[in-house]
């Protein structure tokens, strides 16, 4: 039962620590969050912080 609680937080929480990272790296609030919302919409089945930072990463160097 506690693993079934702790999925059902994991989306919310892998976003925001993901948005942590950014705004450690220099990124404003608003920044950050513009940053993940792109790349969640480019691929909806992310389900880590890692491959999320990823695809922010190839968004953002196909922008530059």
Do not use: C, N, Y
Not at 31 to 43: D, I, L, N
């Amino acid at each position: 039962p506690e693993v079934v609680e702790a999925d059902a937080h994991a989306p919310a929480d892998f976003v925001a620590d993901v948005e942590a990272v950014l705004a450690s790296l220099g990124h404003k609030p608003a920044e950050a969050t513009r940053m993940v919302e792109a790349a969640r919409k480019r691929r909806p089945d992310l389900a880590d912080a890692q491959s999320l930072l990823e695809e922010i990463w190839r968004g953002e160097s196909a922008v530059s």
